[in-house]
């Protein structure tokens, strides 16, 4: 099995920046694609970012141009760069695998934006 586990989540002001980590471990074998989601109170979890096996990445318009999604060296590792945080980022964000059919999630850690 795989297990996820993330760290970085605080509480930051807004126009403030915030590194977020996934750390993987478990039966990995080769690199897979990974994402970071986010839900925030009364909301729906929704996709914020995603890097591909090849290094492609994509992201929610709501964050495109402030958030970078990259890995590590290490298997299945996955970071978040969020620069100029708004208030309506604030939610618990996970991170996410799909490995042979089945998803596999973190815990989350939460990022708290002031105004």
């Known amino acids: 099995q795989v297990q996820l586990v993330e760290s970085g989540g605080g509480l930051v002001q807004a126009g403030g920046s915030l590194r ?19 839900q925030a109170p ?4 929704e996709l914020v970012a ?9 992201y929610a318009d709501s964050v495109k141009g ?3 999604i990259s890995r590590g060296n290490a298997k299945n590792t996955v970071y978040l760069q969020m620069d100029s945080l708004k208030p309506e980022d604030t939610a618990v964000y996970y991170c996410h695998e799909r490995l042979y059919g089945v998803d596999y999630w973190g815990k989350g850690t939460l ?3 002031s105004s």
């Open 20 to 38: 977020l980590s996934c750390a993987a471990s478990g039966t990995i074998f080769s690199i897979n694609a990974m994402d970071w989601y986010r």
């Open 42 to 45: 009364g909301k729906q979890r």
């Open 50 to 58: 995603g890097i591909t096996t090849g290094g492609r990445t994509n």
């Open 66 to 68: 402030r958030f970078t």
């Open 111 to 113: 990022v708290t934006v």
